[in-house]
């Protein structure tokens, strides 16, 4: 297992940006570059999504509901994983949680929590 801080979340009006990030502090920078990482959400009351996939390999991937609003990027010096969110809606209030290794095995960060208000 690997530990994830996140950082970053908070309430911020429709329309505005957020920056999340995770770091991964006690990662060689050698293998934080070939893991895939991958921010999900679980807004309340449903089950938890795919946000934003950065393969270590291939094309990074976005959700539907996010593609041209959310950027996902990395920083293998810093370790640290990013995720860059813009014209912010009402359905992107959620639990944010970075993730690495995959959904059924991988880690996780501890969540931070986005609300979008109107």
């Known amino acids: 297992q690997v530990r994830l801080v996140e950082s970053g979340g908070g309430v911020v009006q429709a329309g505005g940006s957020l920056a999340l990030s995770c770091a991964a502090p006690r990662l060689i920078t050698s293998t934080f570059w070939g893991l895939d990482w991958a921010w999900y959400r679980q807004p309340p009351g449903k089950q938890r999504e795919l946000v934003a996939l950065?393969?270590?390999?291939?094309?990074?991937k976005y959700a539907d509901s996010v593609k041209g609003r959310f950027t996902i990027s990395r920083d293998s010096s810093k370790k640290k994983v990013y995720l860059q969110m813009s014209s912010l809606k009402l359905e992107d209030t959620a639990v944010y949680y970075c993730?690495?290794?995959?959904?059924?095995?991988?880690?996780w960060g501890q969540g931070t929590q986005v609300t979008v208000s109107s």
């Open positions: 993730n690495t290794g995959g959904e059924e095995s991988g880690s």
């Open positions: 950065f393969p270590s390999t291939g094309d990074i």
